[in-house]
C-alpha cells in the first residue's frame, strides 16, 4: 500500500482551495452548444445513476426540492442549494439524478460539503468534483480528457472506470483504484492510504 504526501501546509488551507475547484459556469453561449452539468449540494448524499428515461430526471428522498436551483434546459443541467435555506439540524437527504443511457457530457463540476457523492455510468469528456467530509465514488465512468477529485476527509474511490489523466487529491481519507484504466495520474494524500489495485496501461 503506497503513501503520498501532499505538499500543504495544513488541512485547513487545503480545505479553502475547495471553492476554487468547482467554478460557476459563465459562458452560456457556449454551453448552448455543449451539454453541461453543475452540482453543488452542502448536505444531501447525490447519487447520479444512467436510466431509460429520454431525459435527465431528479428525484428528491427525505429532503425538499424547494432547497435547490434545478435548471435542466438547451443542454444545461445545474442543481444548486439554495444558500438562503438554513437546514441546520435537519436529517440528511437523498437525491437521485437520472442520466439517460449514451449521454455524453461535455464538462461535469460536482460538489458536495458534507454528503456522499456516487457517480455510476457516466460519461464526460472532463469531470471536476470536490467534497470536505463525504466520500466520492466513482464506478463504470468515463472522462477521456481529464478527471480530477479532491476531498480533506472523505475517501475516494474509483471501479471500472476509463479515464484520460486521472487526478486525486486528498488530506486524511483513503483513496483507492481497482480494476481502473487511465493514460496519465497524479495520487496526492496527506495522511489516508493509497490503494491501486488495476491492470493499468499506464507507464511509471
Known amino acids: 500500500m503506497a503513501q503520498g504526501k501532499l505538499k ?36 444531501d448524499n447525490v447519487s447520479i445513476v444512467s436510466s431509460k428515461l429520454p431525459d435527465i430526471d431528479v428525484k428528491f428522498f427525505q429532503t425538499k426540492k424547494d432547497f435547490y436551483e434545478l435548471i435542466n434546459e438547451e443542454g444545461i443541467f445545474r442543481l444548486k442549494t439554495v444558500k438562503k435555506n438554513n437546514r441546520l439540524g435537519i436529517k440528511r437527504g437523498e437525491i437521485t439524478i437520472f442520466i439517460p443511457d449514451g449521454m455524453i457530457f461535455n464538462k461535469a463540476l460536482m460538489n458536495n460539503i458534507s454528503g456522499d457523492l456516487k457517480i455510476a455510468s457516466f460519461n464526460a469528456n472532463e469531470i471536476i468534483a470536490s467534497s470536505v467530509s463525504g466520500n466520492i465514488i466513482f464506478e463504470n465512468t468515463e472522462a477521456d480528457a481529464k478527471l480530477c477529485a479532491r476531498s480533506v476527509s472523505g475517501d475516494i474511490a474509483f471501479n471500472r472506470c476509463k479515464i484520460g489523466f486521472l487526478k486525486v487529491d486528498n488530506v486524511s481519507g483513503d483513496i483507492v483504484v481497482e480494476n481502473s484504466n487511465y493514460i496519465d495520474s497524479s495520487f496526492n494524500c496527506l495522511s489516508g492510504d493509497i490503494d491501486v489495485v488495476t491492470n493499468n496501461n499506464e507507464s511509471n
Open 8 to 43: 500543504l501546509d495544513n488541512a485547513a488551507s487545503y480545505a479553502s482551495e475547495l471553492k476554487d475547484i468547482n467554478p460557476s459556469i459563465v459562458n452560456d453561449k457556449f454551453l448552448e452548444k455543449n451539454k453541461e452539468i453543475e452540482v453543488d449540494v452542502a448536505i
